[in-house]
């Protein structure tokens, strides 16, 4: 997804951009570019491609000047070309604006701006911004960017600069965030926190409709009537938790996501998990125990990797609280308008914080009255900030596109609360004791499933050729199935299902043949038998089967063609453990394709676009 940095200060600007976007490189995009200003000129500096593209041609033609805007791009409208990418100029070349977001009424600003003779240079919807703001321009840029915005329908985090104003920076914000950060050299602005750590020491994030001015020596916030507001100052350590945002000796930011997970889970818990009472106790939920009592249904709404963890989160909750709990796509949900009883919680799961259809199913769920909850990863995000109340994973910044550390941290996350849900209602305190210590056992039970890496090697090796995959699990694993396809087709661009494993034998189950391997999630359980049944099913047409299955399960490794280990651990937390070789897999498949697994192609790290 797009990212903004920008710098007004007393070094020279276009380092700080550049190394601001790099890290903002996770996030997904397609090209880049940057401005900077010396008194009498603009420097734009622009390239379709990786930042170093960008990096070479500003070898080539240096971009001087103490303050400046960058952007990386992810393309809406447009194409991934020169032309296309940020930042847009107005006719002048004396008005610079980078943005991130949809403006969606843009062909009818576009269609009056040229009926005015405006000449434009991009097919993109951000130029129009450019083009609107310098009509309003008579000297005061936060004026004419107020007074552009007030005809925008639509998204946007934007940062401006103009000739005529050397040092200053005017953000903008409604629905895709932007932060300012405050420095020794001067004074910074980015839509995410990341690319500030070790330029700012404090950082403060705008608000839907605020309008921020920067100087090398100053900043203000205001709203939308530029009307100064109250904001708080905070520290940027607490935005960018503990994790270290750097790969270390690990290849890629993905496999060292995948093994930090004994410590993500166990950052997860730490203290949250209460003996003396045998429950879970978490600092922001902002519910009592009476208004948890009254929850008699939950919707949980999220995308992606976080939807699968919400569908194991309705599994969780229906039985060890005895909630009902439905679980809705976020971009359906906000347009379904479900008949809802007053008393139904929203929960939101995001590992961003920031994906714009999970906001706007929440912001929804708040206009119609709803207590709004929010399980989400990155601090202080627009989620995290605008939900009633929540739990942070504390994974860390989870960089690689694939999520991976997040799902568990999730699920483990949605354990605890359902264990704390349960306290409120019928589980007993031995109930509530078991639980936690299952849940104390799970950082050591992943580091024992990290071992199958081997196993998982000789897998790759084996399937990498695979033009389709199928994933298989009932009851607790079948989101987890649905997760291991999204895993390898999201890194390795081979197409994979996920099915409860019973349900092959309406349709699916013709697509088995000797090229299309089956992974079925098969540890002991309730249901073993049963998925026992299904791989069988798939031997007898010939299709090759891969048994994720508990050690030294001989009558597992009697049927399938290859096995890959897990420990043993209770039923309601497999979907933790089964995931680990499913990321391992899809990891080592994506590598022997040879694709970027920690940027795939046409993915961004945060989707802030609908
Ligand atoms: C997961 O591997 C994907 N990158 C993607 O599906 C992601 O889970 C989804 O976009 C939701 O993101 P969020 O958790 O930050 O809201």
Same mark, same amino acid.
């Given at each position: 997804?797009?990212?903004?940095?920008?710098?007004?200060?007393?070094?020279?600007?276009?380092?700080?951009?550049?190394?601001?976007?790099?890290?903002?490189?996770?996030?997904?995009?397609?090209?880049?570019?940057?401005?900077?200003?010396?008194?009498?000129?603009?420097?734009?500096?622009?390239?379709?491609?990786?930042?170093?593209?960008?990096?070479?041609?500003?070898?080539?033609?240096?971009?001087?000047? +103490?303050?400046?805007?960058?952007?990386?791009?992810?393309?809406?409208?447009?194409?991934?070309?020169?032309?296309?990418?940020?930042?847009?100029?107005?006719?002048?070349?004396?008005?610079?604006?980078?943005?991130?977001?949809?403006?969606?009424?843009?062909?009818?600003?576009?269609?009056?701006?040229?009926?005015?003779?405006?000449?434009?240079?991009?097919?993109?919807?951000?130029? %129009?911004?450019?083009?609107?703001?310098?009509?309003?321009?008579? &000297?005061?840029?936060?004026?004419? %960017?107020?007074?552009?915005?007030?005809?925008?329908?639509?998204?946007?985090?934007?940062?401006?600069?103009?000739?005529?104003?050397?040092?200053?920076?005017?953000?903008?914000?409604?629905?895709?965030?932007?932060?300012? &950060?405050?420095?020794?050299?001067?004074?910074?602005?980015?839509?995410?926190?990341?690319?500030?750590?070790?330029?700012?020491?404090?950082?403060?994030?705008?608000?839907?409709?605020?309008?921020?001015?920067?100087?090398?020596?100053?900043?203000?916030?205001?709203?939308?009537?530029?009307?100064?507001?109250?904001?708080?100052?905070?520290?940027?350590?607490?935005?960018?938790?503990?994790?270290?945002?750097?790969?270390?000796?690990?290849?890629?930011?993905?496999?060292?996501?995948?093994?930090?997970?004994?410590?993500?889970?166990?950052?997860?818990?730490?203290?949250?998990?209460?003996?003396?009472?045998?429950?879970?106790?978490?600092?922001?939920?902002?519910?009592?125990?009476?208004?948890?009592?009254?929850?008699?249904?939950?919707?949980?709404?999220?995308? &992606?990797?976080?939807?699968?963890?919400?569908?194991?989160?309705?599994?969780?909750?229906?039985?060890?609280?005895?909630?009902?709990?439905?679980?809705?796509?976020?971009?359906?949900?906000?347009?379904?308008?479900?008949?809802?009883?007053?008393?139904?919680?929203?929960?939101?799961?995001?590992?961003?914080?920031?994906?714009?259809?999970?906001?706007?199913?929440?912001?929804?769920?708040?206009?119609?009255?709803?207590?709004?909850?929010?399980?989400?990863?990155?601090?202080?995000?627009?989620?995290?900030?605008?939900?009633? &109340?929540?739990?942070?994973?504390?994974?860390?910044?989870?960089?690689?596109?694939?999520?991976?550390?997040?799902?568990?941290?999730?699920? +483990?996350?949605?354990?605890?609360?359902?264990?704390?849900?349960?306290?409120?209602?019928?589980?007993?305190?031995?109930?509530?004791?078991?639980?936690?210590?299952?849940?104390?056992?799970?950082?050591?039970?992943?580091?024992?499933?990290?071992?199958?890496?081997?196993? %998982?090697?000789?897998?790759?090796?084996?399937?990498?050729?695979?033009?389709?995959?199928?994933?298989?699990?009932?009851?607790?694993?079948?989101?987890?199935?649905?997760?291991?396809?999204?895993?390898?087709?999201?890194?390795?661009?081979?197409?994979?299902?996920?099915?409860?494993?019973?349900?092959?034998?309406?349709?699916?189950?013709?697509?088995?043949?000797?090229?299309?391997?089956?992974?079925?999630?098969?540890?002991?359980?309730?249901?073993?038998?049963?998925?026992?049944?299904?791989?069988?099913?798939?031997?007898?047409?010939?299709?090759?089967?891969?048994?994720?299955?508990?050690?030294?399960?001989?009558?597992?490794?009697?049927?399938?063609?290859?096995?890959?280990?897990?420990?043993?651990?209770?039923?309601?937390?497999?979907?933790?453990?089964?995931?680990?070789?499913?990321?391992?897999?899809?990891?080592?498949?994506?590598?022997?394709?040879?694709?970027?697994?920690?940027?795939?192609?046409?993915?961004?790290?945060?989707?802030?676009?609908?």
């Amino acid at each position: 997804m797009c990212g903004i940095v920008g710098f007004t200060g007393r070094r020279e600007a276009s380092p700080i951009l550049l190394e601001g976007l790099r890290r903002l490189e996770y996030r997904g995009y397609d090209s880049a570019g940057l401005v900077t200003g010396t008194g009498n000129e603009l420097h734009l500096r622009k390239k379709a491609g990786r930042l170093a593209e960008l990096a070479k041609h500003l070898g080539m033609h240096p971009a001087p000047g +103490c303050h400046g805007i960058s952007h990386t791009r992810w393309a809406t409208h447009g194409g991934a070309t020169d032309r296309n990418s940020h930042p847009h100029l107005n006719e002048r070349n004396d008005i610079a604006l980078v943005h991130n977001g949809v403006i969606e009424n843009f062909a009818a600003l576009k269609h009056q701006l040229q009926s005015a003779g405006v000449r434009f240079r991009s097919d993109t919807d951000t130029e %129009v911004l450019a083009h609107l703001i310098s009509h309003y321009y008579h &000297g005061d840029l936060a004026t004419a %960017v107020r007074q552009a915005l007030a005809l925008v329908k639509g998204t946007y985090g934007i940062a401006v600069i103009a000739k005529a104003e050397p040092g200053l920076i005017v953000g903008a914000r409604l629905g895709s965030p932007l932060v300012v &950060g405050v420095g020794e050299d001067g004074t910074y602005l980015a839509s995410d926190a990341n690319a500030l750590a070790g330029f700012a020491d404090k950082v403060v994030y705008l608000a839907d409709r605020q309008i921020c001015t920067l100087t090398e020596t100053d900043w203000e916030i205001r709203d939308q009537d530029l009307a100064p507001v109250s904001v708080s100052v905070a520290d940027i350590g607490n935005f960018l938790g503990n994790g270290d945002a750097e790969k270390g000796d690990f290849p890629h930011y993905m496999l060292k996501e995948i093994y930090e997970q004994p410590e993500s889970l166990a950052n997860a818990m730490r203290g949250r998990l209460a003996n003396d009472d045998a429950t879970a106790h978490f600092g922001g939920l902002n519910l009592s125990a009476q208004q948890l009592r009254q929850i008699d249904r939950v919707v949980m709404t999220a995308c &992606g990797t976080s939807y699968h963890a919400a569908m194991v989160g309705e599994y969780l909750f229906e039985e060890l609280a005895r909630v009902p709990v439905e679980v809705e796509y976020a971009s359906e949900f906000r347009y379904r308008n479900p008949p809802m009883d007053r008393s139904t919680v929203v929960l939101a799961l995001t590992q961003s914080g920031e994906t714009a259809d999970t906001l706007a199913a929440l912001r929804e769920s708040k206009r119609m009255g709803h207590t709004t909850l929010a399980i989400c990863n990155a601090v202080a995000s627009s989620i995290a900030r605008e939900a009633d &109340g929540g739990v942070y994973l504390y994974a860390g910044p989870e960089i690689g596109v694939a999520s991976t550390k997040a799902f568990t941290s999730q699920v +483990c996350v949605l354990t605890m609360i359902a264990l704390y849900l349960g306290r409120t209602r019928h589980l007993s305190s031995a109930q509530g004791q078991k639980i936690i210590d299952d849940l104390q056992a799970i950082p050591d039970a992943v580091r024992k499933a990290l071992e199958c890496h081997d196993h %998982v090697n000789r897998v790759a090796a084996k399937y990498a050729d695979a033009r389709n995959v199928l994933y298989l699990g009932r009851q607790y694993l079948y989101p987890v199935a649905l997760e291991g396809s999204l895993k390898l087709k999201e890194i390795s661009y081979i197409h994979a299902e996920g099915y409860p494993a019973a349900e092959m034998k309406h349709g699916p189950i013709a697509l088995v043949d000797e090229n299309t391997p089956s992974v079925f999630l098969v540890p002991r359980g309730n249901v073993f038998d049963k998925v026992m049944s299904n791989m069988q099913e798939i031997k007898a047409r010939g299709g090759p089967v891969i048994a994720i299955a508990s050690a030294g399960d001989r009558e597992v490794s009697a049927v399938a063609d290859d096995v890959i280990p897990i420990p043993d651990v209770p039923e309601y937390l497999q979907p933790i453990v089964t995931a680990i070789p499913l990321q391992l897999l899809a990891y080592e498949i994506a590598l022997l394709c040879g694709c970027d697994v920690d940027k795939p192609r046409n993915l961004a790290k945060s989707v802030t676009v609908e």
